[in-house]
């Protein structure tokens, strides 16, 4: 059974950046980060394949958001950089297997959620 247990987020102004954390135990095959704002669908922000270190990006996330996986650690990274209030919502890590990557249905373990929230 994975479990995780996510860290970091809080506040910060546009333009600068944050760091996510998440470790996990169990063995996990494909891990991806998602975020949830006020009102809206749960969206893919990017993901790994632990085996291969293969990633995928959505589009919001692309050129200022990097996923890395510590193996060592057992823990995710999700490196936020260029933030803007858009950014703002719930973060989630979650494991699971298969495809879509950045489709919630493709995982079913998740963590506990962290806020991150960007002001202007």
């Known amino acids: 059974q994975v479990r995780l247990m996510q860290s970091g987020g809080g506040s910060v102004q546009a333009g600068g950046s944050l760091r996510l954390s998440c470790t996990y135990s169990?063995?996990?095959?494909?891990m991806g980060w998602f975020r949830q704002a006020q009102g809206k669908e749960r969206e893919g922000v990017a993901a790994?394949?632990?085996?291969?270190?293969?990633?995928w990006y959505g589009a919001s996330a692309l050129g200022r958001f990097t996923i890395a996986n510590d193996k060592d650690k057992n823990t995710l990274y999700l490196e936020m950089t260029r933030l803007a209030p858009e950014d703002t919502g719930m973060y989630y890590c979650?494991?699971?297997?298969?495809?879509?990557?950045?489709?919630?249905?493709?995982?079913?373990?998740w963590g506990q959620g962290t806020q991150v929230t960007v002001s202007s």
């Open positions: 979650a494991s699971g297997f298969g495809e879509p990557m950045l489709q919630p249905s493709t995982y079913d373990i």
């Open positions: 169990g063995r996990t095959s494909l």
């Open positions: 790994i394949r632990i085996s291969s270190d293969s990633r």
